[in-house]
C-alpha cells in the first residue's frame, strides 16, 4: 500500500510540475533554448494525423445522415396517415397483382409501419391516386406502373444506406475512435514527458549542491523517457497514416452509390417506355 500511495504522489507531483512548466512556457517566462524541440518528422506527423481526423470528423458528420430512414422524407408527411397506410397498399397489392402481368407483391396480413423515404412516398401517393382513378383508366394504369417502379427504387435506397453503415460508416468511426485516438493518446504522453524533462532540467539548474546528482539522474531518466514515447508515438502515427482502409472504406462508399443509382436509372426507364405506350393510347382514343 505504502509503495501505491508512493508511486500515486509521484504522478500528482509530475502532473504539477508539468502543469507549472506548461504555465511558464505559455506566459514567457522560459528561454526557448530551454525548451526542449522534438523531430521535425514528428511534428510533420502530427500535422497529418490532425488532418486525417479532421477529414474523418467532417465526412461523418455528413454521411451520418444514412443512419437516418427519413432523411429525403417529406417533413408533411411525418405522422400522418399516409405511415399508417398497410390497408390502401394491401387494397393496391390485390389491384396490382390481379391487372399487371409478371408482376407479384407480397401482401401484407396486417397494417405494418411503411418506409419512410422519398421514393415510398411517391410510391404510396401514386397508389392511392391509382385507386381513387380506377384500374380502366390510362392515368390510374400509369400511376400504377409509376408506383411499383417507386417502391423498388425506395427498396434500393434502404439497401443502399445499410451498405454504406456497414462498409463506410462504421469502419470510419472505428478509426477515429481506435487508431486515430491511440495516436492521440500517445503524444499526449510525448507532451507529458517533454514538460517533465524541461521541468528536471530547471530543476537541475537551481539545485543545491548535495541535490545536483539527484536531479541529474532524474533529467536523464526523463530523457530516456521522452525517447521511448516519441518512438511509440512515431509508430502508432505511421500506422494510422499507411493504413489503406478509409480509402477501401470510401471506394464501398461510391460501390454503393452506383448500385442504387443504376437501379433507380433502369426501374425508370422500364416505366417510361410504358408511360409512353399508355400516353399514345390515351391520344388515340381523345382523337
Not at 397508389?127 to 411499383?148: P, R, V, Y
Not at 478509426?175 to 499526449?188: E, P, V
Not at 497514416?241 to 452509390?257: D, F, G, M, W, Y
Request: charged content about 20%; overall charge negative.
Amino acid at each position: 500500500m505504502d509503495k501505491l500511495n508512493l508511486f500515486s504522489n509521484l504522478n500528482t507531483n509530475k502532473s504539477i510540475f508539468n502543469q507549472l512548466q506548461a504555465a511558464r512556457e505559455k506566459f514567457g517566462a522560459v528561454d526557448e533554448a530551454d525548451i526542449t524541440t522534438l523531430p521535425n518528422d514528428y511534428i510533420e506527423l502530427e500535422n497529418k494525423v490532425d488532418a486525417l481526423e479532421s477529414v474523418h470528423k467532417h465526412l461523418l458528420k455528413v454521411t451520418k445522415v444514412y443512419e437516418n430512414e427519413s432523411y429525403d422524407y417529406p417533413v408533411q408527411f411525418h405522422n400522418s396517415i399516409s405511415e399508417q397506410s398497410g390497408q390502401l397498399w394491401h387494397s393496391f397489392s390485390s389491384f396490382a397483382n390481379s391487372n399487371l402481368k409478371n408482376v407479384n407483391i407480397p401482401q401484407p396480413t396486417a397494417p405494418v409501419p411503411q418506409p419512410k423515404t422519398l421514393s415510398h412516398a411517391l410510391s404510396r401517393a401514386a397508389a392511392t391516386s391509382a385507386l381513387e382513378i380506377g384500374e380502366i383508366d390510362h392515368l390510374g394504369n400509369a400511376l400504377t406502373k409509376f408506383a411499383l417502379a417507386h417502391d423498388k427504387i425506395g427498396n434500393g435506397r434502404l439497401v443502399q444506406d445499410n451498405d454504406i453503415l456497414i462498409g463506410f460508416l462504421q469502419p470510419w468511426q472505428t478509426t477515429l475512435n481506435t487508431s486515430i485516438q491511440l495516436a492521440k493518446n500517445a503524444r499526449s504522453q510525448v507532451r507529458n514527458s517533454r514538460l517533465w524533462l524541461d521541468s528536471c532540467k530547471q530543476g537541475l539548474k537551481t539545485a543545491s549542491p548535495q541535490k545536483v546528482e539527484q536531479a541529474r539522474l532524474e533529467m536523464e531518466s526523463a530523457e530516456d523517457k521522452l525517447v521511448t514515447q516519441t518512438e511509440t508515438a512515431i509508430s502508432l502515427m505511421k500506422n494510422v497514416l499507411e493504413n489503406p482502409e478509409p480509402l477501401t472504406s470510401l471506394n464501398k462508399l461510391v460501390k454503393a452509390q452506383i448500385s442504387y443509382h443504376s437501379a433507380s436509372v433502369e426501374a425508370l426507364n422500364t416505366i417510361q417506355g410504358d408511360l409512353e405506350d399508355i400516353q399514345r393510347s390515351a391520344e388515340d382514343d381523345f382523337k
